[in-house]
């Protein structure tokens, strides 16, 4: 099993800054990739940023140029700074650890964290 505890979210003018953070616990194997998703109200979740083992990214469109993913092994923590944030960027952001273990892929998701932007 893998815990994660997320932190970082809260309120912030439009053009501010934020940094979310998720420290993962438990079974996490080296392989697994670390990400970030978010969902606002009335709409579905989607990937924000997403850091393989390697450390390759990818990057919702909206938030390239802005969103920086990042990850500590050594912590087994993942980062999200969140610079230049608009209040489109409003939402429930929720830490994802993704895992395949005998070619069955294992998703485990933190409790969220709100992300509020302010115009």
């Known amino acids: 099993q893998v815990q994660l505890a997320e932190s970082g979210g809260g309120l912030v003018h439009a053009g501010g800054s934020l940094r979310l953070s998720c420290a993962a616990s438990g079974s996490i194997l080296s392989t697994a990739a670390m990400g970030w998703y978010r969902q606002a109200p009335g709409k579905q979740r989607v990937l924000v940023a997403r850091v393989s083992s390697g450390s390759s990214t990818d990057y919702l469109d909206s938030v390239k140029g802005r969103f920086t993913i990042s990850r500590d092994n050594a912590k087994n923590t993942v980062y999200l700074q969140m610079n230049s944030l608009k209040p489109e960027d409003t939402a429930v952001y929720y830490c994802?650890?993704?895992?395949?273990?005998?070619?069955?892929?294992?998703?485990?998701w933190g409790q969220g964290t709100q992300v509020t932007v302010s115009s």
């Open positions: 994802n650890v993704r895992q395949m273990v005998n070619f069955l892929r294992y998703d485990y």
